[in-house]
């Protein structure tokens, strides 16, 4: 710590000792600059700088009528294909980047035709050549900036406008913008001739010094100018975001402070690397602007990326077309006769359909390029600043790469997730049923759908401890002692957890020999119910009546399955002696092949209703009985249709039902004598808990349901 502080001392010492003698070398920068101009023309004529000038002005302008002319022929054969009113952000994107090309062919072409003049001009002289170059090269330098700032703010081109900033704001930040870039380039092409023509070091300092002050001044200016605007873009309010994450509103309304700040700290960073001259002296302050036209640029590239490659759009017309083809063939090898614009109709809705099916993936890509467009900004203003974000020995550059780690287990845990969650919706997304309305022995969720929730949770704790490891390996920690130790930690906790282990071993082989899923409705003995939830030791079943019971695996024993395959339902009915029973037989016959034929009662049977004929014989009926075949789940919702239908089939045909009757026989000597109505109501009151007694027997050997 003591020697840091000594070595920043010096350095600032060193610092106060050169600019005090820069100051002093200042008074002669006039005579500085006349004696280097005599040293590159020795007769004393300065009449060559205007020459130079001249001939660079006037090759840059023939340049740019001939680039301009090759951007005319481009647009006409290219841009006028696009729309004037693009939906798609890819459109917009192409648009863009197909003028961003053509500007760049017009610059090159400019560069390519400016040179040769400027090479055929002035041959002979080399510091005329030379003077030429670097306002070629200071003009150049000024287009491609004009380039990346115009495909940003499209201040002409509204419609394919991707920042979110209004038209009036894009032009005038356009033009500040760009008139401020202007002046630096000016000033910036003078010091680069200044080196040249090997002007003495203090006026060549003194002319960085500033133009970095220039710079960061008019850069400040903008930044004010525009602070409400592109405080509106940043929070979000611009683009119509109703609920802003609070961060971006603050940092969109006080966005421009830390910009000022910045400028000011760069410019003095740029005047002490300048007076000691040591690298990156210029470009500090222009910097954070570079850096955000790159990272919009690439973002721009990579969301061209993921909507023409990855995932290409599924809504696009060409993209329609081909389906429509696919469609048309198809139905041709059928034999099928098809509207043309029925079949677009369908091919337009199914191709939406796919697309909403992919929008989440993609919006997971885009958030991914998002984060990689923050970390190329990053890495542009700190290679900017000197700062190698490579090199492992700096603390920059292992944040990099601690940072690229977390990203990349980040996009594993969301696309993780992301998938298996939209793969459990297609799976068990129609098998919900609200509290309380659940059958037994409902259809339950598919296999797949079972596993993947643990599956998901699995495949999520592995990805975070891998992450987790990998960050603490790149930040110097031996993870081999954890492994040891964590095999320690197992083994003892497997001595103590031997119930935790048999639930666990047991939940996987009930899952393995696929003994039940989520959403089926089982019995292990003492309880039962429909599955609601499985985890790694033990699983929730929800009963009928609304209890929720949670089981470890380990205590199961067995596991009676109400859900799969079929159901069998079969229903007694009491009639009277005298009642036929082909009769009944035929009728249920009849009534079961009706059911068969409902459009929305016959899908559900396996088996149609039949009659099983006469199965007992009490004392006051005969016990008829009936049975079909279902789905699990659809035979409590078919036995009141068969009820229903079977009460209303009797009441047509005269068939009478049984009711229960008690016969109360008397002894020899009371048989004799007439009772009156209150021995009657006496002895019916203690016949009544015999019968009720026998009732509650019935009931509790039938359904509990």
């Given at each position: 710590?003591q020697?840091?502080?000594?070595?920043?001392?010096?350095?600032?010492?060193?610092?106060?000792?050169?600019?005090?003698?820069?100051?002093?070398?200042?008074?002669?920068?006039?005579?500085?600059?006349?004696?280097?101009?005599?040293?590159?023309?020795?007769?004393?004529?300065?009449?060559?700088?205007?020459?130079?000038?001249?001939?660079?002005?006037?090759?840059?302008?023939?340049?740019?009528?001939?680039?301009?002319s090759?951007?005319?022929?481009?647009?006409l054969?290219?841009?006028d294909?696009?729309?004037?009113?693009?939906d798609?952000?890819?459109?917009?994107?192409?648009?863009?980047?197909?003028r961003?090309?053509?500007?760049?062919?017009?610059?090159?072409?400019?560069?390519?035709?400016?040179?040769?003049i400027?090479?055929?001009?002035?041959n002979?002289?080399?510091?005329?050549?030379?003077?030429?170059?670097t306002?070629?090269?200071?003009?150049?330098?000024?287009?491609?900036?004009?380039?990346?700032?115009?495909?940003?703010?499209?201040?002409?081109y509204?419609g394919?406008?991707?920042v979110?900033?209004?038209?009036?704001?894009?032009?005038?930040?356009?033009?500040?913008?760009?008139?401020?870039?202007?002046?630096?380039?000016?000033?910036?092409?003078?010091?680069?001739?200044?080196?040249?023509?090997g002007?003495?070091?203090?006026?060549?300092?003194?002319a960085?010094?500033?133009?970095?002050?220039?710079?960061?001044?008019?850069?400040?200016?903008?930044?004010?100018?525009?602070?409400?605007a592109?405080g509106?873009?940043i929070?979000?309010?611009?683009?119509?975001h109703?609920?802003?994450?609070?961060?971006?509103?603050?940092?969109?309304?006080?966005?421009?402070?830390?910009?000022?700040?910045?400028?000011?700290?760069?410019?003095?960073?740029?005047?002490?690397?300048?007076?000691l001259?040591?690298?990156?002296?210029?470009?500090?302050?222009?910097?954070?602007?570079?850096?955000?036209?790159?990272?919009?640029?690439?973002?721009?590239?990579?969301?061209?990326?993921?909507?023409?490659?990855?995932?290409?759009?599924?809504?696009?017309?060409?993209?329609?077309?081909?389906?429509?083809?696919?469609?048309?063939e198809?139905?041709?090898?059928?034999?099928?006769?098809?509207?043309?614009?029925?079949?677009?109709?369908?091919?337009?809705?199914?191709?939406?359909?796919?697309?909403?099916?992919?929008?989440?993936?993609?919006?997971?890509?885009?958030?991914?390029?998002?984060?990689?467009i923050?970390?190329?900004?990053f890495?542009?203003?700190?290679?900017?600043?000197?700062?190698?974000i490579?090199?492992?020995?700096?603390?920059?550059?292992?944040?990099?790469?601690?940072?690229?780690?977390?990203?990349?287990?980040?996009?594993?845990?969301?696309?993780?997730?992301?998938?298996?969650?939209?793969?459990?919706?297609?799976?068990?997304?129609?098998?919900?049923?609200?509290?309380?309305?659940?059958?037994?022995?409902?259809?339950?969720?598919?296999?797949?759908?079972?596993?993947?929730?643990?599956?998901?949770?699995?495949?999520?704790?592995?990805?975070?401890?891998?992450?987790?490891?990998?960050?603490l390996?790149?930040?110097?920690?031996?993870?081999?002692p954890?492994?040891?130790g964590?095999?320690?930690v197992?083994?003892?906790?497997?001595?103590?957890?031997?119930?935790?282990?048999?639930?666990?071993?047991?939940?996987?082989f009930?899952?393995?020999?696929?003994?039940?899923?989520?959403?089926?409705?089982?019995?292990?003995?003492?309880?039962?119910?429909?599955?609601?939830?499985?985890s790694?030791?033990?699983?929730?079943?929800?009963?009928?009546?609304?209890p929720?019971?949670?089981?470890?695996?380990?205590?199961?024993?067995?596991?009676?399955?109400?859900?799969?395959?079929?159901?069998?339902?079969?229903?007694?009915?009491?009639?009277?002696?005298?009642?036929?029973?082909?009769k009944?037989?035929?009728?249920?016959?009849k009534?079961?092949?009706?059911?068969?034929?409902?459009?929305d009662y016959?899908?559900?049977?396996?088996?149609?209703?039949?009659?099983?004929?006469v199965?007992?014989?009490?004392?006051?009926?005969?016990?008829?009985?009936?049975k079909?075949?279902?789905?699990?789940?659809?035979q409590?919702?078919?036995?009141?249709v068969?009820?229903?239908?079977?009460?209303?089939?009797?009441?047509?045909?005269?068939?009478?039902?049984?009711?229960?009757?008690?016969?109360?026989?008397?002894?020899?000597?009371?048989?004799?004598r007439?009772?009156t109505?209150?021995?009657?109501?006496?002895?019916?009151?203690?016949?009544?808990?015999?019968?009720?007694?026998?009732?509650?027997?019935?009931?509790?050997?039938?359904?509990?349901?």
């Amino acid at each position: 710590m003591q020697h840091a502080e000594e070595l920043s001392m010096e350095a600032a010492y060193a610092f106060e000792e050169e600019f005090r003698g820069l100051l002093l070398e200042l008074r002669d920068a006039p005579q500085q600059v006349a004696s280097a101009i005599m040293r590159v023309n020795p007769d004393g004529r300065t009449g060559w700088i205007y020459w130079a000038i001249g001939i660079a002005l006037a090759a840059i302008i023939v340049g740019y009528f001939v680039g301009n002319s090759l951007q005319r022929w481009g647009k006409l054969n290219f841009l006028d294909l696009y729309s004037k009113s693009p939906d798609a952000r890819t459109e917009k994107i192409g648009f863009l980047l197909t003028r961003a090309i053509m500007m760049s062919l017009a610059v090159l072409t400019n560069a390519v035709v400016s040179g040769v003049i400027i090479l055929a001009l002035s041959n002979g002289h080399p510091a005329t050549r030379m003077t030429a170059m670097t306002i070629l090269l200071g003009y150049l330098l000024f287009r491609g900036i004009n380039i990346v700032a115009y495909s940003v703010l499209a201040p002409r081109y509204s419609g394919y406008r991707m920042v979110p900033i209004e038209d009036h704001v894009a032009k005038g930040l356009y033009r500040s913008f760009m008139a401020a870039v202007l002046v630096t380039a000016v000033a910036l092409s003078v010091c680069m001739w200044l080196g040249q023509i090997g002007v003495a070091t203090a006026a060549h300092k003194a002319a960085l010094i500033l133009t970095a002050l220039l710079a960061a001044v008019l850069l400040s200016v903008v930044a004010l100018m525009f602070r409400q605007a592109i405080g509106r873009a940043i929070s979000g309010e611009a683009s119509g975001h109703e609920n802003p994450a609070k961060w971006r509103m603050m940092l969109g309304r006080f966005w421009h402070i830390p910009a000022l700040v910045y400028f000011a700290f760069a410019f003095l960073s740029s005047m002490h690397r300048v007076v000691l001259e040591l690298p990156s002296q210029l470009g500090l302050v222009i910097a954070p602007i570079e850096a955000a036209l790159v990272a919009m640029l690439a973002y721009g590239l990579l969301i061209l990326l993921n909507d023409r490659v990855l995932l290409p759009r599924r809504d696009r017309p060409e993209a329609v077309d081909r389906l429509v083809v696919a469609m048309e063939e198809e139905a041709a090898a059928k034999g099928e006769q098809v509207d043309a614009d029925e079949l677009r109709a369908q091919a337009r809705a199914t191709a939406m359909e796919q697309e909403h099916a992919r929008e989440p993936y993609r919006d997971l890509v885009d958030h991914g390029a998002l984060i990689l467009i923050v970390l190329i900004g990053f890495g542009w203003l700190f290679a900017r600043w000197g700062v190698s974000i490579v090199q492992d020995d700096t603390f920059i550059g292992s944040f990099f790469e601690i940072f690229m780690v977390m990203f990349l287990g980040y996009m594993s845990y969301r696309a993780v997730a992301l998938l298996i969650d939209t793969q459990m919706e297609k799976e068990g997304g129609g098998n919900g049923n609200e509290p309380g309305e659940s059958e037994v022995g409902g259809a339950g969720e598919s296999r797949i759908a079972t596993l993947l929730p643990i599956f998901r949770n699995f495949l999520l704790i592995t990805i975070v401890v891998i992450s987790v490891m990998v960050v603490l390996s790149e930040l110097g920690v031996n993870i081999a002692p954890l492994f040891a130790g964590a095999g320690v930690v197992g083994l003892a906790v497997g001595f103590g957890a031997q119930t935790l282990i048999r639930d666990i071993f047991s939940g996987a082989f009930f899952l393995i020999d696929d003994a039940f899923r989520k959403g089926e409705y089982i019995d292990i003995g003492e309880v039962k119910g429909t599955v609601e939830k499985i985890s790694i030791r033990s699983m929730q079943l929800r009963h009928h009546n609304g209890p929720l019971n949670t089981v470890p695996f380990g205590e199961i024993q067995f596991v009676k399955n109400f859900s799969r395959d079929w159901a069998m339902m079969k229903l007694a009915f009491r009639v009277t002696y005298d009642t036929d029973v082909e009769k009944v037989r035929k009728l249920i016959k009849k009534f079961g092949q009706s059911l068969l034929e409902h459009p929305d009662y016959g899908p559900k049977f396996l088996q149609p209703v039949k009659s099983q004929g006469v199965t007992a014989l009490e004392d006051s009926a005969m016990i008829v009985r009936v049975k079909f075949m279902t789905k699990p789940g659809d035979q409590f919702e078919l036995r009141k249709v068969v009820y229903a239908g079977i009460r209303d089939i009797f009441a047509q045909e005269g068939i009478h039902f049984a009711h229960r009757e008690v016969k109360v026989r008397l002894s020899d000597e009371d048989q004799t004598r007439e009772l009156t109505e209150e021995q009657k109501r006496a002895i019916a009151g203690a016949v009544l808990p015999a019968v009720e007694e026998q009732q509650l027997k019935q009931a509790a050997g039938g359904d509990d349901r």
